[in-house]
Structure formats: structure tokens, C-alpha cells
């Protein structure tokens, strides 16, 4: 580990966007601007208000963007409390980044990728998802399944529209869980709806949301026949200290933070059943 991520440096917050009634997307830039520190998709950082508390959150802007980092953050308790009460201007303390992140420079390079994604589970994925689509040509089609619990729960709706949804060989597929006024497009789970789009079993799908959707999809793609060597998830809300000291993220003979958060599915069969 780079013995800089121990370090907490000051962080400005020069742009917060409401996504959702819960969930706040916080841009952050270095005091003299710029990026605090550079990461790979799928890495996290700390974030900490003095006096009040500290928790990793998934770095949600890709690697590529040399301006600034974001953080979408959803409302569930203290710290996000004093999180989403912040102001533009305001200062917070950063320390990472931290975790293995997903192999986009090895194992994804020229691979068909699938996307799978539920509720606040897109913030991780938007990382990588960026970074394939500034990477262009390193990645073959790319489709995004993406679902929440209504369509004002939908995080980062607008890039969704105005880029992915552009963008070549990039196919969108948005569902809700219940029928909604004004929603025209798909109603149902994210478990169901993967195997109703039945996609070809070429592909190495990402996955990140509740762990009970995460169970669910895993169970559709291998019902479609997709082996557990081709699924990828991230496991980074059981990080606390992102060193291995804690030992909160412990699984075995595992540390989430320092063998993850990033797992092949298949490696997931060698821990104990407790995620």
C-alpha cells in the first residue's frame, strides 16, 4: 500500500447534485484544485468530517477525469447525514485511495461487458463504466441493466440519457420494481429482467447492488449459463479501516479491503457464507 492513502488530505466540495431524494453526488477537488490523488475503477476512499466521523465510499468518477472526483452518497446515517447538509465550498478530510479494483487494463481489455447494476449499486459502476466508454476501443458492446425502486430513485438519470444511451455499441436497459405514472419503460426486478433480455453468455458481466440482488442476478446468469469465472462484484460496504487492521471486513481467510473489495464471483465460493 502506498503509505500516502494512510494520510487524510483536505478536500473542497465544489459541487454537490441531488440525484435522488436520498442521494447526493459530491464533487471534490485538492485545495489548489484538481484531484486529491489518482485511483483505478472500482478503488475507494475515506471520507471524514472532523468531530463527527469517518466511512469508504466507492470513488464514482473514472480514472480518467483529471479535474475532480465524486462521490454519490446515499442518506443512511450519521456521517451521510452531515454529508448531505454540506454546502458548496465546504471542506472535508481524504485519504486513498484503497482495494483492488475492477481489471480493466487485463482481464476486461476486449471483452463484451454487461453491466448489472441496482439502486445506489451504479456508484461503483459508474467508475468503470466511464472509463470503458473514454477507453473505446479497448472493449467490445457494452450493455447496462440498471434498475431501482422507482424512477426518481434512478441515480445519474441524466448522463444515463445524454451519454450512455449515445454512446456506440452501448445498449441501456432500465427497469423500475413497480408500475409508476409517467414510466413507459420496463416494470420489474433486475433478477427477472436480466433473464428476460437473455443475453449471450460471451460476455463478463459486473455486478454491484443489495446483496439480495446481488444473489438473485448471480442466480439468472448462471441459469443462462454464465460460469461464476465471468461475474464480477464489489463487496466495499463491509470496509471500515481500509488497511486490514480492524478486521470488520475479515471473511476467512480474506480482508475485504486488502484481497477486495473486487471479486470474481467463483472466488467468493472459497469464503464462508456470510455475505
Known amino acids: 500500500m502506498n503509505p500516502d492513502a494512510l494520510i487524510p488530505q483536505i478536500g473542497i466540495v465544489t459541487d454537490i447534485r441531488q440525484d435522488t431524494p436520498d442521494v447526493k453526488t459530491f464533487r471534490v477537488n485538492a485545495p489548489g484544485g484538481g484531484k486529491c490523488f489518482e485511483h483505478m475503477p472500482g478503488q475507494c476512499a475515506m471520507l471524514s468530517i472532523p468531530g463527527v466521523g469517518e466511512a469508504m465510499f466507492s470513488i464514482t468518477s473514472s480514472p480518467t477525469n483529471k479535474e475532480f472526483m465524486e462521490f454519490s452518497i446515499k442518506r443512511c446515517g450519521q456521517l451521510t447525514e452531515w454529508l448531505h447538509q454540506m454546502e458548496v465550498g465546504q471542506a472535508v478530510t481524504i485519504r486513498g485511495p484503497y482495494g483492488r479494483n475492477f481489471p480493466v487494463e487485463d482481464e476486461l481489455k476486449g471483452k463484451d461487458l454487461l453491466f448489472i447494476a441496482g439502486g445506489i449499486g451504479l456508484a461503483p459502476l459508474r467508475s468503470v463504466i466511464d472509463y470503458c466508454l473514454a477507453n473505446r476501443a479497448n472493449y467490445g458492446k457494452i450493455d447496462i441493466v440498471y434498475g431501482s425502486r422507482s424512477a426518481d430513485d434512478l441515480v445519474d438519470y441524466d448522463q444515463i440519457c ?41 460476455k463478463t458481466a459486473l455486478l454491484c447492488g443489495p446483496p439480495i440482488m446481488i444473489k438473485f442476478t448471480l442466480a439468472s446468469l448462471q441459469e443462462m449459463g454464465y460460469d461464476k469465472t465471468q461475474v464480477y462484484t464489489t463487496m466495499e460496504l463491509r470496509m471500515k479501516c481500509g488497511i486490514g487492521k480492524c478486521g470488520r471486513c475479515n471473511i476467512g481467510s480474506k480482508y475485504v479491503c486488502k484481497d477486495g473489495p473486487v471479486f470474481r464471483c467463483d472466488q467468493l465460493d472459497e469464503l464462508p457464507n456470510e455475505y
Do not use: C, S
Open 162 to 202: 445524454n451519454d450512455w444511451m449515445k454512446a456506440e455499441n452501448v445498449n441501456v436497459h432500465l427497469t423500475i420494481d413497480r408500475p409508476q405514472e409517467g414510466w413507459e419503460g420496463h416494470v420489474g426486478f433486475v433478477p427477472a429482467y436480466v433473464k428476460e433480455l437473455n443475453f449471450d453468455t460471451n
